[in-house]
């Protein structure tokens, strides 16, 4: 496959390379644009005009430098073994071609992309859209065979764009709903991507039917499909082997394929927890989970919710510490598609655990959050710090504040323990029967007693520690 007749290079090199603003000809979507998508659409043959490039509205030479634009993408694509099923799997990989193009630079995903274009590259010539059309139908082409046709479309036209974008959410939104039917115990085999390891080398996601990847944009059908037609691609079978916690979410066979993918930097990985080992996160997930331990309760936000969030930090300050294929205790990228999920984070309580998250991404998956807890979560439209979120979660008797009360108490009656006096008999004389009581403070009770009967104890000291996991389990 040549390139040599277009104006920039392409290669599997320029994978990772960021445009800076400073080096910034002009952007496509990203967080100024609202009407930004991406998609592919399986054609019947005789539909499309193979090796087309459509462009509905201005081309890059007719756009001012430094600005912002929105854009839809469409991949028509046609062939014998073509079917929709193979539409998400075709249509992730504009991440991965983009990626290839000198100084055009790719980052996110369906409703959410983000193009940037670099001065330079403007600059030799990558100034139309056809340029890009024609480099990713090559690519297409060139790695997936399967393909005998193909077309690209770029719409710039505002107006153009509003009603396909409208249309592709609810594509989107139809390919997430069939996965939803199946569940994680339904199946003997997981898939396994590795096509964002150019961003972030030791990531590899482990896609279960209850467990959407977490760029939200390949659901276990589609990594099973795209593992099926293209076996040397990202998407590989992962067998689920031993369960070793289901609630937790370890398998055996994840395991070895997370080992073996991350060149051993990660060897264990619980699917729905965020604490201990959970899974890592790239750079391109669609929301994030964040632990605020002073509820001792979990938030969620995703990339589109502008400035700080509840414990002040913004979305982007906290990605750019938990990505790059980081495990990291207490942050977790996620799709917001797995927030539907039964088994969403259930190991650590799931959606009883959850204190707050943006009202918008509340209402989008409010058929997934139980219906008794749905008002007793927080958004930004509620509060906005932790003082605050902690005197509604109270007032609305969310779960939570339970658990601080249980706190209370096992932590008074530690306190109480370790500095209650020696017992006042000699260690060799046994205690037969006793009665001993252990005054309580801050804990709503006044006084807690124990009583042994019909014992007989030997000790030094008794200590009462606390048995329950410690504060995040
Ligand atoms: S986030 Fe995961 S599933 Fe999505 S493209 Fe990256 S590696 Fe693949």
Same mark, same amino acid.
């Given at each position: 496959?040549?390139?040599? #007749?277009?104006?920039?290079?392409?290669?599997?090199?320029?994978?990772?390379?960021?445009?800076?603003?400073?080096?910034?000809?002009?952007?496509?979507?990203?967080?100024?644009?609202?009407?930004?998508?991406?998609?592919?659409?399986?054609?019947?043959?005789?539909?499309?005009?193979?090796?087309?490039?459509?462009?509905?509205?201005?081309?890059?030479?007719?756009?001012?430098?430094?600005?912002?634009?929105?854009?839809?993408?469409?991949?028509?694509?046609?062939?014998?073994?073509?079917?929709?099923? $193979?539409?998400?799997?075709?249509?992730?990989? *504009?991440?991965?071609?983009?990626?290839?193009? +000198?100084?055009?630079?790719?980052?996110?995903?369906?409703?959410?992309?983000?193009?940037?274009?670099?001065?330079?590259?403007?600059?030799?010539?990558?100034?139309?859209?056809?340029?890009?059309?024609?480099?990713?139908?090559? $690519?297409?082409?060139?790695? *997936?065979?399967?393909?005998?046709?193909?077309?690209?479309?770029?719409?710039? #036209?505002?107006?153009?764009?509003? !009603?396909?974008?409208?249309?592709?959410?609810?594509?989107?939104?139809?390919? %997430?709903?069939?996965?939803?039917? =199946?569940? %994680?115990? %339904?199946?003997?085999?997981?898939?396994?991507?590795?096509?964002? &390891?150019?961003?972030?080398?030791?990531?590899?996601?482990?896609?279960?039917?209850?467990?959407?990847? @977490?760029?939200?944009?390949?659901?276990?059908?589609?990594?099973?499909?795209?593992?099926?037609? #293209?076996?040397?691609? !990202?998407?590989?079978?992962?067998?689920?082997?031993?369960? *070793?916690?289901?609630?937790?979410?370890?398998?055996?066979?994840?395991?070895?394929? @997370?080992?073996?993918?991350?060149? /051993?930097?990660?060897?264990?990985?619980?699917?729905?927890?965020?604490?201990?080992?959970?899974?890592?996160?790239?750079?391109?997930?669609?929301?994030?989970?964040?632990?605020?331990?002073?509820? #001792?309760?979990?938030?969620?936000?995703?990339?589109?919710?502008? /400035?700080?969030?509840?414990?002040?930090?913004?979305?982007?300050?906290?990605?750019?510490?938990?990505?790059?294929? *980081?495990?990291?205790?207490?942050?977790?990228? =996620?799709?917001?598609?797995?927030?539907?999920?039964?088994?969403? $984070? +259930?190991?650590?309580?799931?959606?009883?655990?959850?204190?707050?998250?943006?009202?918008?991404?509340?209402?989008?998956?409010?058929?997934?959050?139980?219906?008794?807890?749905?008002?007793?979560?927080?958004?930004?439209?509620?509060?906005?710090?932790?003082?605050?979120?902690?005197?509604? @979660?109270?007032?609305?008797?969310?779960?939570?504040?339970?658990?601080?009360?249980?706190?209370?108490?096992?932590?008074?009656?530690?306190?109480?323990?370790?500095?209650?006096?020696?017992?006042?008999?000699?260690?060799?004389?046994?205690?037969?029967?006793?009665?001993?009581?252990?005054?309580?403070?801050?804990?709503? &009770? %006044?006084?807690?007693?124990?009583?042994?009967?019909?014992?007989?104890?030997?000790?030094?000291?008794?200590?009462?520690?606390?048995?329950?996991?410690?504060?995040?389990?």
């Amino acid at each position: 496959m040549s390139f040599e #007749d277009l104006p920039v290079e392409v290669g599997v090199i320029y994978e990772g390379e960021r445009v800076r603003k400073a080096q910034m000809y002009c952007e496509f979507g990203g967080p100024k644009v609202t009407e930004k998508f991406e998609l592919c659409r399986a054609k019947k043959m005789d539909e499309i005009e193979d090796m087309k490039v459509i462009i509905e509205g201005p081309d890059i030479s007719e756009l001012e430098e430094g600005k912002s634009y929105p854009l839809g993408v469409i991949a028509e694509v046609a062939g014998e073994q073509i079917e929709e099923e $193979l539409e998400g799997v075709f249509e992730r990989r *504009l991440h991965e071609f983009n990626n290839y193009v +000198q100084g055009w630079m790719h980052l996110n995903q369906r409703y959410d992309i983000w193009m940037r274009l670099s001065k330079d590259s403007f600059n030799k010539g990558l100034n139309t859209f056809q340029v890009v059309g024609t480099i990713l139908m090559r $690519l297409y082409k060139a790695e *997936l065979p399967i393909i005998e046709k193909i077309q690209m479309r770029f719409i710039t #036209d505002p107006d153009a764009i509003k !009603p396909l974008y409208e249309e592709a959410l609810q594509i989107y939104e139809a390919r %997430d709903a069939r996965a939803r039917a =199946l569940s %994680d115990d %339904d199946v003997e085999e997981f898939y396994g991507c590795v096509l964002c &390891q150019s961003f972030a080398p030791s990531h590899c996601c482990v896609i279960t039917p209850q467990r959407m990847a @977490l760029c939200g944009a390949i659901s276990w059908f589609d990594a099973r499909a795209s593992a099926r037609i #293209d076996p040397k691609g !990202p998407n590989f079978k992962i067998d689920k082997g031993e369960v *070793l916690d289901a609630f937790k979410g370890e398998y055996i066979g994840a395991n070895e394929a @997370l080992k073996e993918k991350s060149l /051993g930097e990660v060897t264990r990985v619980f699917l729905h927890t965020m604490f201990e080992y959970p899974h890592t996160s790239c750079g391109c997930f669609e929301a994030i989970a964040f632990y605020i331990p002073e509820v #001792d309760g979990i938030a969620l936000a995703h990339r589109d919710f502008r /400035g700080p969030t509840v414990n002040g930090l913004a979305f982007s300050t906290m990605a750019t510490s938990v990505g790059g294929g *980081l495990q990291t205790e207490g942050f977790l990228g =996620l799709s917001i598609e797995y927030m539907r999920s039964p088994k969403f $984070l +259930q190991a650590d309580g799931g959606w009883e655990r959850i204190v707050w998250m943006p009202a918008d991404v509340k209402e989008r998956v409010k058929d997934g959050i139980p219906e008794e807890l749905f008002d007793k979560i927080a958004t930004d439209a509620d509060t906005m710090s932790v003082d605050d979120l902690k005197a509604f @979660l109270k007032e609305k008797q969310h779960p939570i504040a339970e658990r601080w009360a249980e706190e209370e108490v096992e932590e008074a009656i530690e306190a109480a323990a370790e500095e209650a006096p020696m017992m006042p008999y000699p260690t060799s004389q046994p205690i037969q029967m006793s009665t001993m009581n252990i005054p309580l403070t801050g804990a709503g &009770q %006044d006084m807690i007693t124990l009583t042994l009967k019909g014992v007989k104890i030997y000790a030094e000291k008794a200590i009462i520690k606390r048995t329950k996991g410690k504060k995040g389990k």
